[in-house]
């Protein structure tokens, strides 16, 4: 079993930054594709950026890309989300995801889910 427990969360005006954290326990992330969904009021839970095992490779939505980086530290089994230049339409809960397969495994069922973090962005 893996425990993800997420933070950093919160509000923020428009154009402002946030960092999520994920944090681990239960067993190594070292072999786990990791994952941050979001869900808005109203709307279904989406992917928004995954990342591989070795941190190697990296994928984003379009809604977020070039504002939005997904990092990993394996050592401190811990998932990062830095969030640039954020906008009302990032308003959602934010959730980590961990999946042994592939980044498409993960994007349509993770093996496991945190318990989700708000982040809400005023105009």
């Known amino acids: 079993q893996v425990q993800l427990v997420e933070s950093g969360g919160g509000l923020v005006q428009t154009g402002g930054s946030l960092r999520l954290s994920c944090a681990a326990s239960?067993?190594?992330?070292?072999?786990?594709?990791m994952g941050w969904f979001r869900q808005a009021p109203g709307k279904e839970r989406e992917f928004a950026a995954g990342?591989?095992?070795?941190?190697?490779?990296?994928y984003y939505v379009d809604s977020v890309k070039g504002r939005f980086t997904i990092s990993r530290d394996n050592a401190k089994n811990t998932v990062w989300l830095q969030m640039n230049s954020l906008k009302p339409e990032d308003t959602a809960v934010y959730y980590c995801a961990a999946e042994q397969g592939p980044v498409a495994a993960l994007r349509l069922r993770p093996d496991y889910w945190g318990q989700g973090t708000q982040v809400t962005v005023s105009s």
């Open positions: 990342i591989s095992p070795t941190g190697g490779y990296t």
């Open positions: 239960g067993r190594t992330l070292s072999s786990y594709t």
